[in-house]
Nanobody
Framework: EAHLVESGGGSVQVGGSLRLSCVFS????????VGWFRQAPGKEREVVSC????????YYAEPAKDRFSISYNWHKKTVDLQMNGLRPDDTAVYYC?????????????????????WGQGTQVTVSS
């Protein structure tokens, strides 16, 4: 059974930083891209950043570029998201997810998704 467990969310002031961590298990990670999505109140879920392959090639959505950094450790089965320069519009529930590499879509910003597994989410709140 697949599990993705997020941690590290919380409340910060504008300009602050948070580090989200995802520990995953129960699936063959060689077959999946693993990354982070978020959903703000009243908005659709969107990709933030994904690690696309074992070489660490990654995708960043435009809002995450230059502020967020994704890292991974395949041996420990973790994918972390370092978020700096947080803004109020970063407020959302952040989800760790695994998408099939052979049908990569949502992890590179496309509307359709082939995401097989989701974590339960962790709340990030940025206040001014």
């Amino acid at each position: 059974e697949a599990h993705l467990v997020e941690s590290g969310g919380g409340s910060v002031q504008v300009g602050g930083s948070l580090r989200l961590s995802c520990v995953f298990s129960g699936f063959a990670f060689d077959d999946f891209a693993v990354g982070w999505f978020r959903q703000a109140p009243g908005k659709e879920r969107e990709v933030v950043s994904c690690v696309l392959n074992n070489d660490g090639n990654s995708y960043y959505a435009e809002p995450a570029k230059d502020r967020f950094s994704i890292s991974y450790n395949w041996h420990k089965k973790t994918v972390d998201l370092q978020m700096n320069g947080l803004r109020p519009d970063d407020t959302a529930v952040y989800y760790c997810a695994a998408e099939l590499r052979s049908k990569i879509s949502a992890c590179v910003g496309n509307p359709a998704d082939n995401i097989f597994y989701w974590g339960q989410g962790t709340q990030v709140t940025v206040s001014s």
